[in-house]
């Protein structure tokens, strides 16, 4: 396959971006989008150019660094798969491929397709964390019997992976998917019940201190979530946010 690559190219965080095209001949259709970058920064490499910026860690769908725009899609056309797992057959022959940063005011660019993404970090730090007995008491967390559904919700919950694709590609920039899944994973377990309520408090408003903005039931994050997280788990974030506050303040 011959390519034309249109990429966002931006030299640091105060720079100015601005799109630069590319061509890439010789694509192989089995190949996965990181290494149809790889090809493009070789050649752009051997001119003497700098290499395109991309987070890349474990390209297999689990890490959830591989996080770029591709034609106005997070993570690209395909459903259900991160950029390291899509594949160039994907794309046709010939076509031009445009390959954007996230766009988001608490994700700010820090060199051509990589953000800052810690704004993560520090939500996770808020609350999603659960209080282990280190006594000597310790309870063998496979001796906990907890109900089979609440157990699958929680998996289902826990297989976020932090990309951001949610916060991308909602109109508000919004992280509630993200932080939903987190605080879901927590709520529905035994383990997590110790800061429940201090959780969900301390995780939205750190969440709203970051500067991601509220969500109005578009349902575009959970298109586009690479690991199918569900809104169910934003209504479940509400009620216990509701319930938390209430209590809070008795
Ligand atoms: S909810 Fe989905 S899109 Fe959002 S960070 Fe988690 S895995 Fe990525
Ligand atoms: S590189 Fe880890 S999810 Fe893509």
Redesign the pocket.
């Known amino acids: 396959m011959n390519l034309t690559l249109r990429v966002w190219r931006q030299k640091n965080a105060n720079a100015k971006g601005k799109i630069v095209e590319y061509k890439v001949t010789d694509i192989s259709p089995e190949m996965s989008f990181l290494e149809m970058i790889d090809v493009a920064n070789g050649s752009i490499i051997v001119k003497g150019g700098d290499p395109i910026a991309f987070d890349h860690d474990c390209r297999e769908g689990i890490c959830?660094s591989c996080s770029m725009y591709i034609n106005g899609e997070a993570h690209g056309p395909a459903r259900a798969v991160t950029t390291c797992q899509l594949h160039m057959r994907e794309f046709k022959d010939g076509e031009t491929i445009y390959i954007e940063p996230w766009r988001a005011k608490a994700f700010p660019v820090i060199k051509d397709l990589v953000v800052d993404r810690s704004a993560f970090d520090r939500v996770i730090q808020a609350g999603g964390y659960v209080s282990v007995n280190t006594s000597g008491n310790t309870l063998d967390a496979n001796a906990i019997p907890i109900p089979k559904e609440d157990a699958d919700d929680a998996f289902s919950a826990a297989t976020?992976?932090?990309?951001?694709?949610?916060?991308a590609t909602c109109k508000n920039s919004s992280a509630m998917?993200?932080v939903s899944?987190k605080v879901s994973q927590l709520a529905l377990l035994p383990q997590g019940q110790v800061e429940r309520e201090e959780r969900v408090l301390n995780m939205v408003d750190q969440m709203d201190l970051e500067g991601f903005g509220n969500c109005t039931n578009t349902g575009a994050?959970e298109v586009?979530?690479?690991?199918e997280?569900s809104l169910d788990n934003i209504a479940r974030m509400n009620r216990e946010y509701m319930s938390a506050s209430v209590n809070s303040k008795k």
């Open positions: 959830g976020c992976i932090g990309c951001g694709a949610c916060v998917l993200f899944a994050c586009e979530c690479p690991k997280i």
